[in-house]
């Protein structure tokens, strides 16, 4: 009868391990995956991207669309320092280091630009066709970059 009880609460804490073992993998999951879908993959982005959600929104838009955004011109009035700013990549990061450039985080129309781009890059557009869209859109803002073609 001893042997019985003794395979009995064996196999208990066996099934017992399993469970937790189980829940804590879970959990760690969770944890370090993040709570929403892009969070998680998110680059590590500096302090300033994070002054409002447009803001994230518009560098996790440019952190996914480099080869695009390099043939957008920006309207915001970056042309003025046109060693820095050649495009709207440009006002999201900086041209001579790779680093994430601060000036989109406050330009509403680097983010608006940003916010087309990525749209019309899901309806299916060609970075041609998204080039020609952000033109027409924005050329009453001012002049703009001078963007090489796609």
Not at 24 to 37: D, I, P, Q, R, Y
Not at 41 to 55: H, K, L, M
Not at 66 to 82: N, R, T, V
Request: glycine share 6%; net charge negative; charged share 25%.
């Amino acid at each position: 009868m001893k042997s019985t009880i003794k395979i009995q609460t064996k196999k208990s804490y066996t099934v017992i391990g399993f469970i937790v073992a189980i829940t804590v993998a879970t959990f760690a999951a969770l944890l370090f995956s993040g709570c929403s879908s892009t969070a998680g993959n998110d680059p590590a982005f500096p302090e300033f991207v994070y002054r409002s959600e447009q803001s994230l929104e518009g560098y996790r838009i440019a952190a996914a669309n480099q080869d695009i955004m390099q043939f957008i011109p920006c309207y915001c009035g970056c042309k003025q320092d046109a060693e820095k700013y050649r495009s709207l990549k440009d006002c999201f990061y900086d041209r001579k280091t790779g680093a994430y450039d601060e000036h989109a985080a406050s330009c509403t129309t680097c983010l608006d630009e940003a916010a087309d781009l990525s749209q019309w890059k899901q309806e299916g557009l060609t970075a041609a066709q998204i080039r020609e869209r952000i033109d027409t859109k924005y050329a009453e803002r001012g002049e703009p970059t001078d963007t090489p073609m796609p």
